[in-house]
């Protein structure tokens, strides 16, 4: 496949079906979200890379070969950032996930179709800005709180393969109450990601030592009122698989 093919590859709706069925089968198995959204990228991710290409920050990245994994991968600075900024609350939350930026890299390694090095690029900065969109959003890693991190990210990008993700997983949602707390945070997220700032072109780096509460107001994030209220009934660790 030439270059220009691969910023535009064919839409793969079976091969995006069957890992949603393994995904649901296995929440943990990440791999299988890098595998929905690239057979479901189509021309969406041509769209969002030329997007970001034109916005002053990806001007400045792609100029500059700046890559987030670098910052992120920097633990003895991020954990003296000051408390209550961005960079030191996305370092809480990763140890206390124990989580690491290089393991969501090795998790996406599921393409080898040769596109631009500035698209490649931009691609790795999604991949690794996830757990940021995390930290900005308030969603959690529990299954509701990826879900409604994956519908927010759907109205970011979209890119079908979060939407159906989210869409899929509500039917293992509990009955009652609790899945209709649930249903109302998940579709608060389709909501939030279609009113918040484009966070793909956000200058990521130089907010790391901001206040995480001031850079919310600044950007203007919607508060995940809907999520919190449902993790509040117990909502959020439902079984998925």
């Known amino acids: 496949m030439n270059q220009a093919a691969a910023l535009d590859p064919p839409l793969r709706p079976l091969e995006a079906l069957r890992a949603v069925g393994r995904l649901l089968r296995n929440p943990e198995d990440t791999r299988q979200v890098f595998t929905i959204i690239s057979a479901l990228r189509g021309r969406?991710?041509?769209?969002?890379?030329?997007?970001?290409?034109?916005?002053?920050?990806?001007?400045?990245v792609l100029?500059?070969?700046?890559?987030?994994?670098?910052?992120?991968?920097?633990?003895d600075t991020l954990s003296r950032l000051p408390e209550g900024s961005l960079g030191n609350a996305y370092y809480a939350f990763m140890h206390a996930e124990n989580l690491s930026a290089a393991g969501l890299v090795e998790a996406s390694d599921v393409e080898d179709q040769e596109i631009p090095p500035q698209a490649r690029l931009f691609r790795e900065r999604m991949r690794d800005m996830h757990d940021l969109n995390h930290t900005l959003t308030g969603y959690g890693r529990e299954p509701l709180g990826e879900l409604c991190l994956l519908a927010f990210m759907y109205r970011q990008t979209g890119n079908v393969g979060n939407a159906l993700i989210a869409l899929m997983a509500t039917r293992k949602f509990p009955k009652g109450v609790p899945g209709r707390a649930a249903r109302k945070a998940l579709f608060e997220g389709f909501r939030n990601g279609a009113r918040a700032p484009w966070v793909p072109g956000l200058d990521w780096e130089s907010m790391l030592s901001e206040n995480l509460e001031s850079l919310r107001a600044r950007l203007g994030v919607p508060p995940a009122s809907a999520y919190q209220a449902a993790l509040a009934r117990g909502t959020g660790c439902f079984r998925a698989g």
């Not at 970001?52 to 990806?58: L, P």
């Not at 100029?63 to 633990?75: G, H, S, T, V």
């Open 44 to 60: 969406s991710g041509r769209r969002l890379f030329e997007r970001f290409r034109r916005s002053s920050t990806g001007a400045t």
């Open 63 to 75: 100029a500059d070969q700046r890559r987030l994994l670098d910052w992120l991968n920097d633990q």
